[in-house]
């Protein structure tokens, strides 16, 4: 019994030598995550007496578990576009169908046909669908690889709201008159400059109206400015200089513009004006007596152009910059987390894959469902303590030792026991 007890010892220890030496191995591995082992003692053997407690005699040791642990790695600045980390728990999705595994290693990039994948050229798994209302990115979705082609053309987004923060001097005399410009995008991608001018008609009343040069629209005559409302408005302040009506409207609400017939062949887009602030916040036009002025001018809508350049943000969303300083969410990652990771099988090249232990992967993007963030341009280290590995590997040999030591002993008592005959 003292044979199999300490040959027992010998292979628990071998075994976790074995562990170790993979933990090393691996210290420079792009999101590994080391393996810890555990020894369990095996059933013990009844030996009789009389004593009141029970006297047993153990069997030996056997490795009890040998999990990996999934404790945060360190990070490391890459710079490169397409590498990110996930900071916290969570795992990329990666390969199709029901060949999907999971896995911490971020080093991603770009194939030739634009596919994003790992290092051994396993397309990652993201949202790509787009509301088509809102034509942000459905991030609860079906899952697909994120396909992101060189040199794709980005549609241009027709205008479809604008607004101005504008002051109009309550000082201004009738037949006064204040012009400011925005700019407007139409269905084809090209930009249009308007005007909007309003003029005083008597105290705490003004028109507008908004034009374009009529070289832009059906029907106009290239300098001269071509109105594209099919007639001037109306707005009114009470004696605080606070907007009171829109168009005759009280209380003011925005105005829905019919947009024009252009004269490059776009389709007529409606647009909106956004007069009224959200949640009972007033009013982008006031009536105060100070020069008219506008502090502010802002429109929706985007260019055509081609994908210079892409960044990740914290939520994993793929961000395509085109143009001059226009950016579009293009697909966002997906990532995977699970009741028990360490009930995950590793199955090399730094993924892991589905284990009855685990449980089912709960997907969804990052920063929801304790998923943790993401950190682009960076990569998660190896989480090995080489310290704790080179101190582990000293108890495990000392182990190997003793065991050999009483295999050597018990080899011994049973020499002098044979000789007992001669």
């Not at 600045?77 to 969570?90: C, E, K, L, R, Y």
């Not at 390969?95 to 770009?110: H, P, V």
């Not at 309003?198 to 009343?205: F, I, R, S």
């Not at 099919?230 to 605080?240: C, E, H, L, M, Y």
Request: aromatic share 6%.
């Amino acid at each position: 019994m003292s044979f199999s007890s300490s040959l027992s010892g010998l292979n628990a220890n071998q075994q976790q030598l074995n562990v170790i030496g993979n933990n090393l191995a691996n210290l420079n591995t792009i999101g590994y995550k080391s393996s810890t082992v555990t020894f369990s003692d095996l059933v013990s053997q009844s030996v009789g007496g009389s004593s009141v407690n029970p006297m047993q005699v153990g069997l030996g040791v056997a490795t009890g578990s040998i999990s990996p642990n999934f404790s945060q790695g360190g990070f490391d600045a890459t710079g490169v576009a397409t590498n990110v980390a996930i900071d916290g728990n969570g795992f990329f999705i990666v390969g199709m169908g029901d060949d999907q595994s999971y896995t911490r290693a971020g080093n991603f990039s770009f194939a030739s046909d634009g596919t994003l994948i790992t290092a051994d050229g396993l397309p990652v798994q993201g949202y790509t669908d787009t509301d088509p209302v809102t034509a942000q990115i459905i991030a609860n979705g079906p899952l697909s690889s994120i396909v992101i082609p060189p040199g794709t053309l980005l549609q241009g987004k027709p205008t479809t709201e604008f607004t101005t923060v504008t002051n109009l001097n309550a000082a201004a005399t009738a037949g006064d008159t204040f012009s400011t410009s925005f700019q407007l995008i139409d269905t084809l991608g090209s930009t249009h400059i308007a005007t909007l001018n309003y003029t005083k008609t008597v105290p705490g009343h003004w028109t507008y109206n908004i034009t374009v040069d009529g070289s832009e629209v059906t029907g106009g005559t290239a300098g001269t400015p071509k109105s594209i409302l099919s007639a001037p408005g109306s707005i009114a302040f009470d004696n605080t200089g606070v907007l009171t009506s829109v168009n005759g409207v009280t209380p003011p609400a925005n105005v829905a513009i019919a947009g024009p017939a252009w004269a490059n062949g776009a389709a007529g887009t409606s647009f909106t004006w956004d007069i009224v602030l959200a949640n009972g916040g007033g009013s982008t036009l006031t009536g105060f007596t100070s020069p008219s002025g506008t502090s502010l001018t802002n429109a929706n809508g985007s260019t055509a152009g081609s994908i210079s350049s892409i960044s990740i943000d914290k939520t994993g969303q793929v961000i395509a910059s085109f143009g001059a300083g226009k950016t579009k969410i293009v697909a966002q990652l997906a990532l995977a987390s699970f009741n028990n990771p360490q009930g995950l099988m590793k199955v090399g090249t730094n993924r892991f894959g589905l284990g009855a232990a685990a449980g089912f992967p709960n997907i969804g993007a990052a920063v929801t469902g304790g998923r943790g963030s993401i950190i682009g341009n960076e990569l998660e280290q190896s989480n090995v303590d080489i310290a704790r590995e080179f101190t582990q590997m000293i108890l495990a040999q000392r182990g190997y030792q003793a065991n050999a030591k009483s295999i050597t002993v018990a080899d011994e008592i049973l020499s002098d026991t044979l000789n007992l005959k001669r």
